[in-house]
Nanobody, 126 residues
Framework: QVQLVESGGGLVQAGGSLRLSCAASGRTFSSSAMGWFRQAPGKGREFVAAISVSGGNTYYADSVKGRFTISRDNAKNTVYLQMNSLKPEDTAVYYC???????????????????WGQGTQVTVSS
């Protein structure tokens, strides 16, 4: 089973930026769709962004569209989430998730995720 490790979280002021990274264990990364999800205090896990196996298609939650960008580097087995114009409501633990071979709208179903990272805390202050 693929192992995922997130990094890059931290404390930032509203309007600032952060770049999250998710490093995968290896062999199956190039055949896996990847996604970012977040969980705020008292709320369930929420879809943020996803990228297809090939990297040719990206998907975003309406709440982050135009502010966040997901990308992947298969040579480094890493997926990134560039977060700009951060808002206090973006505060959450951010998780990386992998779906082997992808699939239509898999990211809308947390139960379809094959493996999760441990999460990284993002806190946006006003």
């Amino acid at each position: 089973q693929v192992q995922l490790v997130e990094s890059g979280g931290g404390l930032v002021q509203a309007g600032g930026s952060l770049r999250l990274s998710c490093a995968a264990s290896g062999r199956t990364f190039s055949s896996s769709a990847m996604g970012w999800f977040r969980q705020a205090p008292g709320k369930g896990r929420e879809f943020v962004a996803a990228i297809s196996v090939s990297g040719g298609n990206t998907y975003y939650a309406d709440s982050v569209k135009g502010r966040f960008t997901i990308s992947r580097d298969n040579a480094k087995n890493t997926v990134y989430l560039q977060m700009n114009s951060l808002k206090p409501e973006d505060t959450a633990v951010y998780y990386c998730g992998v779906k082997l071979f992808g699939g239509s709208m898999w990211y809308t179903r947390p139960d379809l995720v094959d493996s999760w990272g441990q999460g990284t805390q993002v806190t946006v202050s006003s």
